[in-house]
């Protein structure tokens, strides 16, 4: 899994639900944002972020393990898996975020799923104006896309040392660069 291309293709090979793709090229679009910021390798970066959720389609239930599996049948590189598991420690793996770009996909994965669910109650349905305001007031609504672990964001805030906004910002900033295939550019 060398290119972007081969990354896409091993994501939809194991994974036809629309949402969970629009969430590995949110997660990607992300990835490659911090990689530039902190000038590290952006497609790298952007791999780990695309095929992040491998396995969650077939083994919601295994999640993090059975994406090891799945790699390794791949040949996928033992860096690479490694990083994309991690981001499932102290959830479903107990795999460690040791590394930045590591961290970084552990903090920004459900800060993604947070961002999206804030687009989608607007009423232009953009992220292309969204204030990182707009999203810390959903971030403390416990009710607000309940399904999103806030402990995990905020533990990945401190692991990297940067603060909230900033992440939500970056975050932000990420995704609209791939607003247009995350169908989240509006009516702007």
């Known amino acids: 899994?060398?290119?972007?291309?081969?990354?896409?293709?091993?994501?939809?090979k194991y994974n036809k639900n629309e949402s969970l793709i629009k969430h590995g090229l949110a997660v990607e679009a992300v990835m490659r944002y911090f990689a530039k910021q902190f000038r590290e390798n952006e497609e790298y970066w952007g791999?780990?972020?695309?095929?992040?959720?491998?396995d969650y389609e077939l083994y919601p239930e295994e999640h993090c393990h059975k994406t090891k599996e799945i790699?390794?049948?791949?040949?996928?590189?033992?860096?690479?898996i490694r990083a994309v598991i991690s981001h499932g420690w102290n959830i479903c793996i107990d795999v460690k975020p040791?590394?930045?770009m590591e961290k970084v996909l552990y903090t920004i994965d459900e800060l993604t799923g947070?961002?999206?669910?804030?687009?989608?109650?607007?009423?232009?349905?953009?992220?292309?104006d969204l204030e990182v305001k707009s999203v810390k007031k959903k971030f403390k609504q416990a009710?607000?896309?309940?399904g999103v672990n806030r402990e995990v964001i905020l533990a990945g805030c401190e692991m990297l040392g940067m603060d909230l906004d900033t992440v939500?910002?970056?975050?932000?900033?990420?995704?609209k660069e791939a607003?247009?295939?995350?169908?989240?550019?509006?009516?702007?």
């Open 98 to 100: 040791e590394h930045k």
């Open 179 to 188: 607003a247009e295939a995350l169908d989240l550019v509006g009516t702007i």
């Open 71 to 80: 790699m390794e049948k791949e040949g996928v590189h033992e860096d690479i």
């Open 168 to 175: 939500i910002l970056w975050t932000i900033d990420g995704m």
């Open 1 to 12: 899994m060398k290119t972007r291309q081969e990354a896409y293709e091993l994501l939809t």
């Open 47 to 54: 791999n780990i972020g695309l095929v992040h959720d491998l």
């Open 143 to 146: 009710s607000f896309a309940a």
């Open 114 to 128: 947070l961002i999206t669910a804030t687009v989608y109650m607007r009423p232009n349905k953009s992220i292309l």
